[in-house]
């Protein structure tokens, strides 16, 4: 036979602060959805292709590429945790632009800044000729360091000059450059994971969709 019981139930703000605390940590992820991540991508993506960098796309079946650039990330937990990614590297046009347009892009961030700086010099002390192609090494892990950046120089045509391959020290500049720039991915994520699992953004959460809990911090219903 039912039996009809009465219990209080409270909002979130009406629990003692260490209740409240054990709430938000329970639902620390409440925010966290498959594509929590699609905006920093399209982002990325973009700041990219300023710097003349084109991300591959993964293959979502034999005719059709995701419109997502293919980065890879492996959490924010684990020493060594990173971001990166496989592609190419060619001059985006005029060279003597990249950093103002960078700038007009997203103007505070210094380290994007510093990015399209190195990125400039290498172009145009090489006169746009110097491209790249982006693999990963084959190791399970995510990180920029797995990245290998095979780097040539290239004729007013784009084919490759023979017996012309890109001097070993603007090679290493390159690599360098190039896995700071997944740095720079791989920040821009952990920066929005923390905003998206912060307090207030759990606690605007809960409120918002009228989460109700005991005494003890249990949902009430």
């Known amino acids: 036979m039912p039996v009809i ?9 009406e629990l003692p602060k260490d209740v409240q605390s054990r709430v938000l940590d329970r639902y620390r992820s409440f925010q966290v959805h498959d594509e929590w991540y699609c905006s920093v991508y399209e982002w990325a993506d973009q700041a990219a292709l300023l710097l003349g960098i084109t991300i591959n796309r993964k293959r979502i079946n034999k005719f059709r590429l995701d419109t997502l650039p293919a980065i890879h990330f492996s959490g924010f937990s684990n020493q060594g945790d990173g971001a990166c990614f496989e592609g190419h590297f060619t001059s985006p046009g005029d060279s003597t632009q990249i950093v103002s347009r960078i700038a007009e892009f997203s103007p505070i961030d210094v380290d994007l800044l510093n990015i399209a700086k190195r990125i400039q010099h290498l172009l145009i002390h090489s006169d746009d000729r110097l491209t790249a192609t982006l693999t990963h090494n084959g190791s399970r892990y995510q990180y920029p360091g797995t990245v290998n950046v095979n ?65 003890f911090g249990e949902p009430a219903a």
């Not at 019981?5 to 703000?13: R, S």
């Not at 000059?161 to 500049?173: F, M, Q, R, T």
Request: charged letters at 20%.
């Open 151 to 215: 780097a040539e120089l290239v004729d007013e045509n784009g084919d490759t000059i023979d017996a012309a391959c890109a001097p070993i020290g603007v090679e290493k500049e390159l690599t360098s450059v190039l896995h700071h720039f997944m740095d720079w991915i791989y920040r821009q994520l952990q920066d929005d994971y923390q905003h998206i699992t912060s307090d207030t953004q759990v606690i605007d959460a809960l409120t918002s969709n009228g989460f109700l809990f005991s005494e």
């Open 5 to 13: 019981l009465q219990t209080t139930a409270y909002a979130l703000n």
